[in-house]
């Protein structure tokens, strides 16, 4: 029997990986939530304007109109933007070359970004449209000495090579990804949606054999090649994660390849959490740090906020929703919450964007023939032997995790009378920031002629004719994905309810806005649980309990 694998499964779109955008909100108005509100309106204060908090809001405003209980939602976003880790920047600070600074991409089954596109009238566009497709290789996986494997544009000669290469491994990956994808799907439906535990949720679909493994062992046990492993799977990893297999767990590993469908919204992804909040009604409170949350006598909760350096202000709330990472809020919360979420490390990733009129240098990736041209897209992998999974920042030889070559653009020059150039915009993950010598090397300039007074010179120090732009950014995007088997709580404390739990088990945007739409269900829940005087057990997904393997 033939054998057919889908060609988009092997472009491993998944190149893009963190954030999205900057909005302002200048017809958001300043309610006033006193204690002498309507005692029907129910009063939510959510923090954080990305993913979660987005979607919470947008969810909770669904089931208000479709309810005789009145909401009232007010945001409050630390960042001037809303989007946390979905944000763009303009090349040549030009409004027309909008490029993503994190995550830039999501793909047909994340179904909470794919419905809210269409219900907002998005402009919803191929993850690659504006790659400029100049060169025969689309993507390759270098390991620091040589590239391990190479993806053609198009080309239909990619399956039978990654057949020829790997046996029966790339066929298994799929099929590995598609059951443990669809695993994960059912949490989107009943009986499991809305969850109230992830452990359980996740106990209950069959997903904890996969957190709890180590991916190189997971696919080990999956009979997935260890040659494919490294050089296929790993490159996604790094790219999404910056973390290698023997470190990232089994799930996510798997995550890393359903890349089918990879698409963006054009002009930048935040649009959709723009969108959100505004059909949320709600009152957005750009550049406003929480500080405190205090529990009342009444069960109330009263936050204590400020906006930059103005005076600390207060409001009185019944349900807060913490809808990011509690561990870098730096919120004080009295008395403490009962479900304290642990604290895990997170990654630093360095984003660098830039922009040149020169190409991938094809000497720096040892691309010897005669006018060879570097793959636009470079992933990476650690060379056969070297395993340094275990370390945080194991980038290993190359040095970096990806380079993506975005898009071009026209660069007016400033001599009169002359016609814009083409310039290239590159976007590099790293573990550290890139130094001067780096970029001119992958971009084949010649290095100074005293390099021991440029040893600490940075991309600032370039030269505006070879590097025409740039914009450098620190996140810390994602926490490291050990194989763990519980995950956070939605419910810290009663009335206090946590979208972040989420990360460590998946980390996406469309795993966010999971959440959000999860807390969103679960607190009108109990409201309605509250109206008719009764409280239901889910026997699935019930608070507390707890999975032992």
């Known amino acids: 029997m033939a ?32 204690q002498a509100s309507d005692t029907a309106t129910k009063r939510v204060a959510i923090i954080g304007a990305g993913a979660g908090g987005s979607s919470t809001a947008f969810s909770l405003r669904k089931y208000a109109d479709a309810s005789p209980i009145p909401v009232n939602i007010t945001v409050f976003e630390r960042n001037s933007y809303v989007g946390g880790r979905s944000t763009t ?15 830039s991409i999501f793909v047909k089954v994340n179904y909470n970004l794919m419905n809210a596109s269409k219900e907002l009238g998005l402009f919803v566009d191929s993850a690659d449209a504006a790659r400029p497709k100049e060169a025969d290789d689309s993507i390759g996986i270098w390991d620091g000495k040589q590239f391990v494997f190479v993806l053609q544009n198009n080309s239909w000669w990619n399956i039978p090579k990654l057949l020829w290469r790997y046996g029966w491994a790339p066929i298994r990956t799929q099929n590995l990804m598609k059951t443990t994808v669809n695993k994960f799907l059912k949490l989107y439906e009943e009986p499991m949606f809305p969850f109230r535990s992830l452990t359980a949720a996740a106990a209950a679909v069959g997903l904890l054999d996969s957190t709890s493994t180590p991916g190189d062992v997971f696919l080990k046990e999956n009979n997935i090649s260890p040659d494919f492993s490294r050089d ?82 207060k409001l009185v709330f019944d349900e807060v929703v913490i809808a990011g990472p509690l561990q870098h809020s730096e919120l004080s919360i009295t008395p403490p919450v009962e479900k304290q979420p642990d604290e895990v490390p997170f990654v630093t990733l360095h984003v660098t964007l830039f922009s040149s009129p020169h190409k991938l240098s094809p000497k720096f990736f040892n ?36 380079i993506s070559t975005l898009r071009t653009v026209d660069h007016p020059l400033a001599s009169p009378g002359q016609k814009p150039s083409k310039h290239y915009v590159y976007k590099v993950f790293s573990p550290e920031r890139l130094s001067a010598d780096f970029v001119r090397s992958i971009l084949g300039l010649e290095s100074p002629s005293d390099p021991v007074k440029n040893n600490n010179s940075t991309i600032d120090d370039l030269s505006k004719q070879d590097i025409s732009w740039h914009h450098e950014k620190i996140w ?74």
Not at 89 to 103: I, K, Q, S, T
Not at 252 to 261: D, H, I, L, P, R
Not at 389 to 396: F, I, L, R, T
């Open 476 to 549: 810390n995007p994602y926490p490291f994905l050990y194989p763990r088997v519980t995950f956070e709580e939605t419910l810290l404390s009663p009335n206090i309810w946590y979208t972040g739990g989420i990360e460590s088990f998946i980390s996406t945007m469309e795993t966010s806005a999971l959440m959000g739409k999860n807390v969103a269900t679960l607190l009108f829940q109990s409201w309605q649980e509250q109206k008719e005087g009764t409280v239901e057990d889910d026997p699935v997904v019930d608070f507390g309990e707890r999975v032992e393997l």
């Open 232 to 313: 296929i799977i790993q490159a996604s990893t790094r790219v999404n994660y910056g973390q290698n297999l023997g470190l990232i767990h089994g799930l996510e590993s798997m995550v890393c390849m359903a890349t089918e469908g990879a698409v963006s919204i054009k002009g930048g992804n935040w649009q959709i959490f723009h969108g959100m909040l505004k059909g949320a009604q709600a009152d957005i409170r750009l550049s406003h740090t929480v500080t405190s949350i205090h529990r009342n006598a009444d069960n109330t909760l009263t936050l204590t906020y400020k906006a930059n350096d103005s005076k600390e202000q």
């Open 3 to 34: 054998v057919f694998v889908k060609p988009s499964f092997w472009l491993l779109a998944i190149h893009y990986v963190i954030a999205l955008c900057f909005i302002s909100f200048s017809d958001a108005k300043e309610h006033s939530f006193t």
């Open 89 to 103: 920047v303009n090349v040549l600070d030009h409004p027309a070359y909008p490029v993503e600074l994190g995550a």
């Open 367 to 402: 691309m010897h023939e005669a006018n060879a041209q570097t793959p636009e897209t470079i992933l990476t992998t650690l060379p056969s032997g070297l395993d340094l999974g275990s370390e945080k920042a194991g980038v290993g030889p190359t040095g970096f995790w990806s």
